[in-house]
């Protein structure tokens, strides 16, 4: 046991052991709290079940484990109260230090090593000086536990805001009908490749010739359009659409000045194909991609690598020095690959389910993180773990240069591992082959302005790969600037019957935060005008 210094009355004083209570449980909430109420209208309310219930569970495990050390409750508590303020201070002073560093003209190397350092001198420090101290800690403990928990109910508050601010939306769907019965309703993969862009944009921006790869698709009877592009330059807003089969101002009256994702969100995990398809009898199976909202619903097949990350978890340990102790084993960026790799290497292979099955996986590649090499390297990177796109990558430290050598990079591999994936799905089916849809959900992001549409090249954002394996389907079908609010109805008319007309193939920009706020840019030469600054 850890001798402790003792004057002739405690430390504290029976309020100050109350109050000890409450103190370490607010501070390893906080910063859970503190990150959902600032993203409550990007995040579902879900994301956060599991970090909380790790960060008290460890908060009360600790205050029992130091029972065996010191015998003082308050003394014990204030150990983990400051425990849990350094680490998830952790990732902050990090990035400050890089900032600070960076405007001094430092070279910034090794930063998380002495973070690191410092934060376990601080820490032993701080432990010894809580366990031997004679000052009396009740009012110190008093008042840290009332501010703590004032901000935890602010974060409570301001996220409680959030949700219950939501706006109800008028559920304007089409009704979709089909068939009676389908005799052998063929499997269906649907195969988004995040970011990946048109052969001519990665010829001419990217100077990199994608022509082998359309040529191997097309020679292995794809349909791959050479005008093609995405209906939105957000995945979130792209993919809805695509599944819903209408743009989103049909699909329900958003309000175009709400920065609630979460609206939408409903739309993509209870979208319209799924619905339609599940009446077929379809299994519907997901491929787990660490991407929030393409989780979808518990009733739908989810295939994991094993351990996976969402976008919040991500968010929330770069706050911490896990990243930085898991690197000596495997990083953020290793978890990336596994996920990518596996996704790869498990659609050729899916026996999960009875026929008919309708599979989709989104592949978060090319799209950053650039976390492969052309030959399948293992990259890793100086700064912490990011997956921000556009004008994102580069207020997180990238550059232009690197952008464009690791998005030409992980195509290139991508290129290489896409290629034994079509052909063990096409090998699996021999004569009853599947319907293969491979789609970039919008382009790359290297001259991409989150904030400004004049400030964006259109045509790299929404030119992207399209390629369609339509067995039995007439090659007119497939037009050459077809985009994908069209892709479903050409199938739901064709193999089920249905008698959907086709839209006008268009374009629409919105700023990060004004998803719904949308500016018609169909034709890059003549957009629709900006107004400016919707932030």
């Known amino acids: 046991m850890i001798p402790e210094s003792h004057t002739t009355s405690s430390s504290v004083t029976r309020a100050g052991q109350n109050s000890a209570i409450f103190l370490p449980f607010g501070i390893a909430v906080f910063p859970v709290l503190f990150l959902y109420a600032h993203n409550a209208d990007e995040m579902p309310l879900g994301d956060i079940v599991w970090p909380l219930g790790i960060v008290v569970c460890f908060a009360a495990i600790s205050l029992i484990i130091l029972r065996f ?29 890089r900032s600070w560093g960076q405007q001094l003209g430092f070279a910034m190397g090794g930063t998380e090593s002495y973070v690191f350092a410092f934060w376990c001198i601080f820490l032993f420090a701080g432990t010894y000086l809580i366990i031997r101290t004679y000052r009396h800690l009740s009012k110190l403990i008093s ?4 501010v703590v928990w004032l901000m935890v109910g602010m974060q409570i508050v301001q996220g409680g805001y959030v949700l219950a601010s939501a706006v109800s939306i008028d559920d304007t769907r089409l009704d979709l009908i089909g068939r009676p019965a389908v005799n052998n309703p063929p499997d269906i993969y649907y195969v988004i490749v995040d970011g990946y862009g048109r052969q001519d944009i990665l ?38 659409s695509s599944l819903n089969l209408d743009y989103l101002s049909r699909l329900a009256r958003f309000d175009r000045f709400s920065k609630d994702r979460n609206q939408m969100a409903h739309y993509l995990k209870n979208n319209l194909l799924f619905d339609f398809l ?3 009898g379809y299994d519907i199976i997901i491929l787990s991609s660490g991407y929030t909202w393409t989780e979808f619903n518990k009733e739908e097949r989810i295939l994991s ?35 990518v790799t596996f996704m790869l290497n498990k659609l050729p292979r899916i026996t999960e389910g009875s026929a008919p099955r309708f599979v989709f996986a989104h592949i ?3 799209h950053p993180p650039f976390v492969f090499g052309a030959h399948g390297e293992r990259l890793e990177h100086t700064r912490g773990y990011r997956i921000g796109d556009g004008s994102d990558f580069f207020k997180e430290g990238g550059s232009h240069a690197e952008y464009i050598n690791g998005y030409r990079d992980q195509v290139a591999y991508l290129n290489g591992q896409l290629e034994p994936m079509i052909t063990g799905i096409l090998d699996r089916y021999g004569d009853n082959p599947p319907i293969i849809i491979l789609q970039g959900d919008h382009g790359p992001g290297s001259e991409l302005d989150w904030y400004s ?68 840019v169909t034709d890059p030469d003549n957009p629709a005008e900006f107004p400016g600054d919707l932030r």
Not at 69 to 97: E, W, Y
Not at 203 to 208: A, P, R
């Open 69 to 97: 050390f010191v015998r003082d409750f308050a003394k014990r508590a204030l150990v983990v109260s400051l425990f849990a303020l350094l680490f998830f201070s952790f990732g902050h002073v990090v990035s400050l230090s």
């Open 143 to 146: 008042i840290a536990s009332l």
């Open 203 to 240: 010829q001419d921006l990217y100077d990199y010739d994608n022509g082998p790869f359309i040529r191997f698709l097309r020679q292995h009877g794809f349909l791959v359009p050479d005008s093609s592009r995405s209906n939105y330059c957000q995945t979130l807003l792209s993919l809805t």
């Open 278 to 280: 599940k009446n077929y």
């Open 305 to 339: 690598p094993g351990m996976t990350l969402s976008e919040f978890d991500n968010i929330l340990l770069a706050t911490t020095p896990v990243p930085f102790v898991m690197s000596y084993n495997k990083s953020q960026y290793d978890l990336k690959r596994d996920q």
């Open 364 to 366: 978060f590649a090319p």
């Open 453 to 520: 549409l004049p400030n964006t090249n259109i045509r790299e954002r929404f030119s992207i790969l399209n390629a369609l394996y339509l067995p039995g389907v007439a090659d007119s079908l497939v037009y050459d600037k077809i985009t994908p609010v069209n892709t479903f109805r050409i199938i739901l008319n064709e193999y089920f019957g249905s008698d959907l007309p086709l839209l006008p193939d268009s374009c629409f920009y919105a700023i990060i935060t004004r998803p719904y706020y949308f500016f018609d």
